[in-house]
């Protein structure tokens, strides 16, 4: 079945180390994006990438990077210099024809601070 | 800027009952396309409808139905009879064209159905 796959589900990270999430999609889109989820809020746009080797930055980029050296594969680092990683990180991807299609999610990655 | 507001933080109702969830948004696009999500408790956001600003022709689809003023910036979501699997938060996001190309996300109403 076609979807959007992250990995971990759950993750934990060390002080001062950089973490990475895994997303990877088998719909053919050609855009996708990171979004960050706060308890009770929604969600915010981390990093956006239309295009291989291609990516801009959202909303709340900092502390965070991103690469698209294949179209299926969008992964998300979060740094050490993110202070306040924990979060749910939701990873989404859309076909990008002149008609606004819909954002796909996948299932999300809870990240924490051990 | 572009700004959303989804003023019912949490609504909580009995089965059966009907449910309105507000969207109001602010823009100075022209056009515009308007979406709903879901997320249930398992966390994974579900798209529910598409709308854009040319159509104003209100939408059913089941037990839910959209009702969308261009003239009041609003976007409203009703579920009918609703039942226990309604409960999630649902997200009102619109996706103006900023050639961005990226949802603009309410901070969302958690609804809750007592059986």
């Known amino acids: 079945d076609g979807g959007i796959t992250q990995s971990p589900k759950y993750l934990f990270r060390k002080e001062g180390q950089n973490v990475t999430l895994s997303c990877e999609q088998n719909?053919?889109?050609?855009?996708m994006y990171w979004y960050r989820q706060d308890p009770g809020q929604g969600l915010r746009l981390i990093y956006y990438?239309?295009?291989?080797?291609?990516?801009q930055k959202g909303d709340i980029a900092e502390g965070y990077s991103v690469s698209r050296e294949k179209k299926e594969s969008f992964p998300l680092t979060v740094t050490s210099a993110q202070k306040n990683p924990t979060a749910f990180y939701l990873c989404?991807?859309?076909?990008?024809?002149?008609?606004?299609?819909?954002?796909?999610f996948g299932d999300g990655t809870r990240l924490s601070i051990l | 800027a572009q700004k959303v507001t989804q003023a019912q933080t949490e609504i909580s109702v009995v089965e059966k009952e009907d449910v309105t969830l507000d969207c109001v948004y602010e823009?100075?696009?022209?056009?515009?396309?308007l979406f709903w999500y879901k997320q249930p408790p398992s966390g994974e956001l579900v798209f529910l409808i598409r709308?854009?600003?040319?159509?104003?022709q209100n939408e059913i689809s089941g037990r839910y139905s959209w009702n969308f003023q261009k003239s009041t910036s609003s976007f409203n979501f009703t579920i009918t009879a609703s039942q226990v699997v309604d409960s999630a938060v649902y997200f009102c996001?619109?996706?103006?064209?900023?050639?961005?190309?990226?949802?603009?996300f309410g901070s969302g109403t958690r609804l809750q159905v007592q059986p």
């Open positions: 989404a991807s859309s076909i990008l024809p002149r008609v606004r299609q819909p954002q796909h």
């Open positions: 719909l053919n889109h050609d855009a």
């Open positions: 990438s239309q295009i291989v080797n291609d990516f």
């Open positions: 823009t100075r696009d022209t056009t515009y396309y």
């Open positions: 709308r854009n600003s040319f159509d104003e």
């Open positions: 996001a619109p996706d103006m064209d900023t050639g961005r190309r990226a949802l603009t």
